[in-house]
């Protein structure tokens, strides 16, 4: 089956520094990635969406100089949450579309991100 | 704007049978999927329904009403390791998937 992967599992950062969160599909090319926020008993919401080879698009609400998002080949994705705030504490999970089940995404295992 | 409800958590007994409903509002309709997440983990997909009526797979099944603007997962045969969150998810034409507030379900023995 398609299978993602994220690394680092989780990460402990102090405030004000940078972080970067990397997302590989392994068996399959992925031209759109999808990044997620979750908090604590709370549903996922979608941050942006990354295309291959092109910019991200952000959601509504998501300031894009603050989380930046490279998609630099079909199998990776980064996010990079920069001058990160202990309120940027969450849940962070990408999935990736494999193109051949329509709107069925496969996700990684997640990140959990403390910023203290 | 769009909106998908659920009960924010259901009990039931191990063995039992429980029903997870989910009531939409959306912009356009693509259909509902279903996700399971559990506590720490990534959610993994359960099933779609892009026409009305019952999706079957296994012990769980999916149900939907576009006329009611609504459906809902089934499982049956509850077993201990079901306890998770249960999302229904619509897919929003834009290639892009919107979560519904999702269900934390708890099988007790």
């Known amino acids: 089956g398609a299978v993602v992967s994220q690394h680092p599992s989780w990460v402990i950062c102090k405030s004000g520094t940078s972080v970067k969160i990397e997302c590989r599909s392994l068996?399959?090319?992925?031209?759109?990635m999808f990044w997620y926020r979750q908090f604590p008993k709370q549903s996922l919401m979608l941050m942006a969406t990354?295309?291959?080879?092109?910019?991200?698009?952000?959601e509504q609400g998501v300031e894009k100089d603050k989380f930046l998002i490279n998609h630099a080949s079909l199998t990776l994705s980064t996010l990079t949450v920069t001058s990160a705030h202990p309120e940027d504490s969450s849940f962070y999970i990408c999935?990736?579309?494999?193109?051949?089940?329509?709107?069925?995404?496969?996700f990684g295992p997640g990140t959990r991100l403390t910023v203290l | 704007g769009q909106s998908l409800e659920q009960p924010s958590e259901v009990t039931a007994v191990e063995g039992a049978i429980v029903q997870i409903n989910c009531t939409y509002q959306?912009?356009?309709?693509?259909?509902l999927s279903w996700y399971q997440q559990h506590d720490g983990g990534a959610p993994t997909f359960l099933s779609y329904n892009g026409l009305d009526g019952l999706e079957e797979t296994g012990r769980f099944s999916s149900f939907l009403s576009r006329s009611d603007s609504y459906g809902y997962l089934l499982l049956q045969e509850l077993q201990m390791k079901d306890s998770a969150s249960y999302f229904c998810?619509?897919?929003?034409?834009?290639?892009?998937?919107?979560f519904g507030t999702g269900t934390r379900l708890t099988v007790i023995p």
């Open positions: 998810v619509a897919p929003t034409g834009a290639n892009n998937l919107f």
């Open positions: 959306t912009s356009g309709f693509y259909g």
């Open positions: 999935s990736a579309d494999t193109g051949t089940t329509a709107d069925t995404q496969y």
């Open positions: 990354s295309n291959e080879g092109s910019k991200a698009t952000y």
């Open positions: 068996d399959f090319q992925a031209t759109t």
